[in-house]
């Protein structure tokens, strides 16, 4: 079977973009990625920042209109002004994983992180490279998880060697593993030469703030990739729990129950008061970064990312937060602003994270590697026939839980897992039908079709796209073995 080059939606496409996409641009920005001023006078590339927090749920940010309680007033404004992409997903719904795909535009199985605790290769070009080349400086706060996880491997849970920093070798105030070497109200992160940073009696999210708007505050001379990888909302894995901050269990101990929680036992009961406090107190954060940007002089010159690496079900689906093929796991917030994403517009088209380094490289104005499997959806963002050419399907890989692939289109999500139960593998060579929802009729995935005959010829349609996903991957063309309910 004839490999997929995934890049191939971009090169047939940019053509006939470029006129939708310039003209939709603000004043600033020119072909190239370089901004301008009003005179004609050329200034440096665009600042991009990427606010990067762990296990946000989509339907937590109030833009996107579906919870009663939770309150993002900063996000919603994002979301307002900027690009709102509503159908975000992650293209392997773990923590680490997810990193490697978000970092390098390529998938786990070819980042050396199909599963936690692995390091990422070394010589793959990361974003952080690639704008290195450009003349920027790349920098790093908070949570990494991309390091190897084993001291025998040089690696370890807190201080990250330069060679394990997929090339943030400017700033690096950091952890590989901040859920492990701090707490929501104290502990550890590591600078770029090893020495402790600590933190006592603050909140761990205005804690890795504070560390972005000492930074911020400082002259720059060179354009700046700044990423702020926080952990919440994610749980603090030695408490079994998500620790919002102080008070938040009281004030939403009656908050809204998504539907796709409120039928399945789990733990979300115990669990949602604080995820909502935390959720809060991240847009709080964002908020203030925003401020800090717009009071230094620049807002007009940063592209500004709000994304996660993976959702949360809360225990719904398999016995912990994610490694599912559930919306739960899989659909994340993605909000952009700046230069090139200032078009306040919902983009309903499905987006997987492993093109949100490919997209940025292109609003920059930088060369995309030929490695990277991600194709740049800037030029849907401006122009209505990219959005109506886009293949609207993404490939998720998923681990641990289970050895599985999944497509997910606009209409449906169709998963298939190794029937051994086999989780040691990065991937299968045989694989049985599993699971399969219609998203038009069934949103909250309430209704497994897989087996059912009355689907069996989309059931096979999907089977044979998502081989083509598989193989343009990298990975061997696998065996699918169907489902039968029914004789």
């Not at 709102?84 to 535009?105: D, E, K």
């Not at 009656?254 to 039928?263: F, G, M, S, T």
């Not at 219609?438 to 059931?459: I, S, T």
């Amino acid at each position: 079977m004839a490999r997929i080059d995934r890049r191939e939606f971009l090169l047939a496409t940019a053509a006939a973009a470029t006129a939708g996409v310039a003209a939709s641009l603000p004043h600033d920005v020119n072909a190239a990625g370089d901004t301008q001023d009003t005179s004609g006078g050329q200034k440096r590339k665009p600042n991009i920042v990427i606010y990067h927090s762990d296990q946000f749920r989509w339907d937590f940010v109030g833009a996107n209109g579906l919870n009663s309680s939770t309150h993002t007033p900063n996000l919603d404004a994002l979301a307002e002004a900027g690009t709102n992409f509503t159908h975000a997903v992650t293209n392997q719904p773990v923590c680490a994983p997810s990193r490697s795909v978000l970092m390098t535009g390529r998938y786990a199985t070819e980042t050396g992180v199909w599963h936690n605790g692995l390091g990422m290769k070394e010589d793959l070009p990361t974003v952080a490279t690639e704008l290195r080349k450009a003349g920027y400086t790349a920098n790093y706060i908070g949570k990494w998880h991309l390091a190897p996880g084993s001291p025998a491997q040089g690696g370890g849970r807190g201080y990250v060697k330069p060679e394990h920093r997929g090339g943030f070798l400017d700033l690096w105030e950091a952890s590989n593993e901040l859920e492990f070497t701090t707490h929501p109200y104290e502990g550890t992160i590591w600078d770029r030469d090893g020495k402790e940073i600590t933190y006592k009696d603050e909140y761990r999210v205005d804690f890795l703030t504070d560390r972005a708007e000492k930074f911020l505050r400082q002259k720059q001379e060179k354009p700046f990739l700044l990423v702020i990888s926080q952990l919440e909302p994610h749980q603090q894995n030695d408490l079994h729990r998500m620790v919002g901050p102080k008070g938040s269990a009281e004030r939403f101990i009656n908050a809204y129950v998504p539907p796709d929680l409120r039928n399945f036992p789990g733990d979300w009961h115990e669990q949602l008061p604080d995820y909502y406090g935390s959720c809060e107190r991240i847009d709080a954060s964002v908020g203030r970064i925003r401020k800090i940007l717009a009071e230094e002089n620049l807002a007009d010159n940063t592209i500004f990312v709000f994304m996660s690496d993976h959702a949360c079900h809360f225990m719904t689906r398999n016995t912990e937060y994610k490694r599912s093929t559930h919306n739960s796991s899989l659909r994340v917030p993605l909000l952009m602003s700046g230069p090139g994403f200032d078009s306040a517009r919902q983009i309903q088209e499905v987006v997987g994270i492993i093109s949100i380094t490919p997209t940025l490289l292109d609003a920059a104005g930088v060369p995309i590697p030929e490695s990277m499997k991600g194709r740049s959806f800037l030029p849907i963002v401006h122009d209505a026939k990219a959005r109506a050419e886009w293949p609207n399907k993404e490939l998720i890989q998923i681990s641990e839980s289970m050895t599985g692939r999944t497509i997910r289109t606009k209409d449906w999500t169709y998963c298939i897992a190794d029937p051994t139960g086999m989780r040691s593998a990065a991937l299968s060579a045989n694989y049985h039908e599993y699971q399969m929802y219609d998203q038009r009729n069934d949103p909250y995935e309430l209704v497994n079709l897989a087996g059912r005959k009355e689907y069996r010829e989309q059931a096979s349609q999907l089977g044979e796209e998502l081989k083509k996903l598989i193989v343009a991957s990298g990975e061997p063309e696998p065996e699918i073995v169907r489902a039968e309910l029914y004789p």
